[in-house]
T-cell receptor
Framework: LAKTTQPISMDSYEGQEVNITCSHN???????ITWYQQFPSQGPRFIIQ???TKVTNEVASLFIPADRKSSTLSLPRVSLSDTAVYYC???????????????FGKGTKLSVIP | DTGVSQNPRHKITKRGQNVTFRCDPI?????LYWYRQTLGQGPEFLTY????????KSRLLSDRFSAERPKGSFSTLEIQRTEQGDSAMYLC?????????????FGSGTQLSVL
């Protein structure tokens, strides 16, 4: 499984764009990149997933360079409610018994300041 | 679709007691996962089911832990002879058979405190 590295924490003011970068140097050809958001006392929530280039949804954008060794989650105009832990996961399609586990790191704790 | 449901939300028990948690996944999801999360850490994978078959078990899942999914719908996680180190949030997630990239949908978890 590709190991991921993210900043432990980030601070941002309300209304700013926040970019969280995840490094995954050993990403495999079939691996997708998925980001989750977690609030205290809740389970993680899927935000966005991508394979290459750029993906955008109503919540965030995900930028993936050509070499796919890193990815950047972009949150536009953050609000206080975006204060949470953000996890980057790298993994591929399940291909059979005993071959696949989804592994979370420690994530990035984003604090949005008024 | 009411999401993944976990019960109870909180459980306080004394060391040495047995506890059982229940997870009801999203109805059409055939894949079900159990994770454990301690304060300040990311979720750690425990085990995985596809339908009723338990296909993956982490080495974190000691002999005191057992998980079942008897009819391929809900799942239970039992911890026997609980220890203080078992105190954690136990998270259940499910994913759709139509999604090869396994986007996980998590429940709100069961917070276990072992006294």
């Amino acid at each position: 499984l590709a190991k991921t590295t993210q900043p432990i924490s980030m601070d941002s003011y309300e209304g700013q764009e926040v970019n969280i970068t995840c490094s995954h140097n050993n990403i495999a050809t079939n691996d997708y990149i998925t980001w989750y958001q977690q609030f205290p006392s809740q389970g993680p929530r899927f935000i966005i997933q991508g394979y290459k280039t750029k993906v955008t949804n109503e919540v965030a954008s995900l930028f993936i360079p050509a070499d796919r060794k890193s990815s950047t989650l972009s949150l536009p105009r953050v609000s206080l409610s975006d204060t949470a832990v953000y996890y980057c996961l790298v993994g591929g399609a399940y291909s059979g018994a005993g071959s696949y586990q989804l592994t979370f790191g420690k994530g990035t704790k984003l604090s949005v300041i008024p | 679709d009411t999401g993944v449901s976990q019960n109870p939300r909180h459980k306080i028990t004394k060391r040495g007691q047995n506890v059982t948690f229940r997870c009801d996944p999203i109805s059409e999801h055939n894949r079900l996962y159990w994770y454990r999360q301690t304060l300040g850490q990311g979720p750690e994978f425990l085990t995985y089911f596809q339908n009723e078959a338990q296909l993956e078990k982490s080495r974190l899942l000691s002999d005191r832990f057992s998980a079942e999914r008897p009819k391929g719908s809900f799942s239970t996680l039992e911890i026997q002879r609980t220890e203080q180190g078992d105190s954690a949030m136990y998270l259940c997630a499910s994913s759709s058979p139509r999604d090869p990239n396994e986007k996980l949908f998590f429940g709100s978890g069961t917070q276990l405190s072992v006294l």
